[in-house]
DNA sequence: TGATCTCTGTACCGATCGGTACAGAGTCGG
DNA sequence: CCGACTCTGTACCGATCGGTACAGAGATCA
């Protein structure tokens, strides 16, 4: 891996959670030179596109993580309810126990969701589509429904917990989804 | 009602509009001039904390109808089922199918939350406490629980129906609540 | 009519915004 | 040692930011 690459990658890492905390159009590029540690000059070097580019690259970033961590196993472990207890795993370890937000959720909530409106919607499509294909691979009824049930509490829980700044909320949510999720 | 108060209302929905569609940082000056009608000058005629203030009226302007409409009834109605159908049909209606968004949802998500946290988690936490009333009155076990799922599921759907841009997500979440928060 | 109070438009403030231009430091193969 | 290439800091751009100051329009009442 080149230098250049390992660069690009921390960069993208913390430009990811300049976004997180400020949204696309509160995240100043102030903001972002102080959490990156890279002048203007190295930013456009490695965006030239701006503040644009670096939310693209961030969004692959993370849908990548998530194809890669929890999408691939849902449709394609041999052991689909371990895949789905799997996911459940590293969706509380990824977002920190309800600590962390979910920047594509908070994305679609605000007038940056036209922007990246094919990219945010793809994200929880396949979030959606590939349980579904777990649950369907495990017999359980209602697939697509507790699948898209499933998607949609972990945002929810991801804003309540934040909201009332208490993430055992979060974690009550994950444990009741197993228990929805591998019921019979 | 003096014409003062009548336009001090309609700014103050205006408003609302603003920050849901853009966020509290990204609702510039100009985006709410533009929207109210009304200049600077009357802007802070009316609001002299400025945007502080303007958000304030606005969560006080939510939380006060969400309590008349759908709090104070899961507490006090006496036919604690009917006041659950209230609800989901005045959420329904309020967030018009999924095509409208939290605003105070979007205010937990961003570094807004910091700011309004107070409001922002007494909003949530009347919202789970009234219905989990509501629950109980009605004889409903694990009444808590079902009442903070069922919060959590609201926010959740809202999300990923403006996620997908699909509000068929949001009314199938309603109906399925339904059913889950009547259920014996 | 004249005094008063409510409301509004406009000019202006310093700060910060996202973005550009560019010289040059540092590193590398030849 | 010499270019060539990668990367960085800085100066600068016009636009817009949130906020202030203030004169005065318009209605209201004596």
Redesign the pocket.
Known sequence: M???VA?RAAAIAAVAEVFREHGFEG?????ITARTG?????L??FFPG???EMAEAVLAEIDGWFTRAIFSPLRDDADPEAAIRRMLRETDSYFRSGRRVCLIGAFALGDTRDRFAARIAAYFAAWRAALAEALMRANRPEASERAEHAVLAIQGALVLARALGDQAVFVRALERLERELLAE
């Open positions: 080149s230098r250049t660069d995240a100043s590029l102030s903001a890279l002048g203007k000059g190295s456009y070097y701006g503040k644009e």
